[in-house]
């Protein structure tokens, strides 16, 4: 235990330990308070360059194929770190580099496998997840719902939505329903979830 520890406070691991201290502070405070602190996946997305309509499809893409919007952004971040972690800390130890720069040098596959990792734990969560929502209310019906989008989206690309329910923001996928290209910012509603419930169909909508 004492090695453990050792290694993990070790120059090369330090980052990555004080990383998982604060995702595990992090847990108990919402074990113990049942505050809600989860983080908002748009924000920096949002305030750089909305326009960029690649860039756009670009992160879109990226946060589907983590489950970003179906599973809470620190769930898939305290598995990113979980897994980083581990690797480090393992790697570093058994080539006896923990102390110098080399152990720096894992960082970079040590993220890329971590993302793997993740990519397959949260699978099984996402249908989990789905049953019900982030309080553990029964899953809300989002049809006739009305939002805003904070990703643009068109007939053939994948979009966001944030959707106001009580004191919750909620985001869900979505393509529009028509030709129609919908731009950051609009307002729109969801008039039909796709077949394989993976996100829904908007219209642009004046109220």
């Given at each position: 235990?004492?090695?453990?520890?050792?290694?993990?406070?070790?120059?090369?691991?330090?980052?990555?330990?004080?990383?998982?201290?604060?995702?595990?502070?992090?847990?108990?405070?919402?074990?113990?308070?049942?505050?809600?602190?989860?983080?908002?996946?748009?924000?920096?997305?949002?305030?750089?360059?909305?326009?960029?309509?690649?860039?756009q499809g670009f992160w879109s893409a990226v946060w589907e194929f983590?489950?970003?919007?179906?599973?809470?952004?620190?769930?898939?971040?305290?598995?990113?770190?979980?897994?980083?972690?581990?690797?480090?800390?393992?790697?570093?130890?058994?080539?006896?580099?923990?102390?110098?720069?080399?152990?720096?040098?894992?960082?970079?596959?040590?993220?890329?496998?971590?993302?793997?990792?993740?990519?397959?734990?949260?699978?099984?969560?996402?249908?989990?997840?789905?049953?019900?929502?982030?309080?553990?209310?029964?899953?809300?019906?989002?049809?006739?719902?009305v939002g805003r989008v904070v990703i643009p989206m068109s007939k053939?690309?994948?979009?966001?939505?944030?959707?106001?329910?009580?004191?919750?923001?909620?985001?869900?996928?979505?393509?529009?329903?028509?030709?129609?290209?919908?731009?950051?910012?609009?307002?729109?509603?969801?008039?039909?979830?796709?077949?394989?419930?993976?996100?829904?169909?908007?219209?642009?909508?004046?109220?």
């Amino acid at each position: 235990m004492e090695k453990l520890i050792d290694i993990s406070f070790a120059p090369a691991n330090f980052i990555l330990t004080l990383l998982m201290l604060v995702v595990v502070l992090y847990w108990i405070v919402i074990i113990f308070t049942g505050l809600d602190l989860d983080l908002d996946a748009d924000a920096d997305v949002n305030s750089a360059d909305v326009g960029n309509v690649e860039g756009q499809g670009f992160w879109s893409a990226v946060w589907e194929f983590f489950y970003i919007g179906e599973l809470p952004v620190m769930f898939i971040i305290t598995l990113v770190v979980f897994s980083m972690w581990l690797i480090n800390v393992n790697v570093t130890a058994l080539l006896g580099i923990s102390d110098n720069i080399l152990g720096f040098l894992v960082y970079l596959p040590g993220f890329v496998v971590s993302m793997l990792i993740t990519k397959v734990v949260a699978k099984p969560f996402v249908k989990l997840y789905a049953v019900f929502n982030h309080k553990g209310e029964l899953p809300i019906d989002f049809i006739g719902k009305v939002g805003r989008v904070v990703i643009p989206m068109s007939k053939d690309k994948m979009g966001q939505i944030d959707i106001l329910f009580g004191d919750d923001v909620l985001k869900v996928y979505a393509k529009s329903i028509d030709d129609d290209a919908i731009a950051y910012g609009d307002t729109v509603i969801i008039l039909e979830e796709s077949p394989d419930k993976k996100f829904y169909f908007a219209q642009k909508y004046q109220p």
